[in-house]
């Protein structure tokens, strides 16, 4: 008896949670609340170190992370992606923070 209601009162609950309009508007506003899909960020070179695997870059708004344009050091997740870029030159890139670490994970030449 007491399986019953608490199952028919998890059932109600998660009805009214899920039926909620303000729930629905949540879900549907993602890209307001600073969650916009990854993308490519315009950047020029400041520095490489390519034995630590890092890159100093003046960047633009990273808007997928909510970040506002800045110069800073980021690690690359692959070293190679270094032999993409040069000191000064005009880059776009992809940032993500990989577990409390700002990393870029791709270089392209500036279009």
């Known amino acids: 008896m007491k399986l019953r209601l608490v199952l028919s009162t998890t059932a109600l609950a998660i009805t009214a949670f899920v039926g909620n309009p303000v729930f629905a508007q949540m879900s549907m506003d993602q890209g ?7 993308g490519m960020t315009d950047g020029e070179v400041r520095k490489i170190d390519k ?3 890092k890159i100093t870059i003046k960047h633009g708004d990273i808007k997928h992370m909510d970040m506002p ?3 800073m050091v980021f690690v690359v997740k692959d070293k190679a992606l ?3 870029a040069a000191v000064g030159s005009k880059i776009q890139f992809m ?3 990989e ?3 700002m990393t870029v994970t791709d270089i392209q030449p500036a279009k």
């Open 69 to 71: 344009g800045m110069t």
């Open 51 to 53: 034995e630590a695997g």
């Open 32 to 38: 307001k609340m600073g969650m916009a899909a990854p």
């Open 95 to 97: 940032a993500m923070n």
């Open 82 to 84: 270094l032999d993409k």
């Open 99 to 101: 577990k409390g670490q």
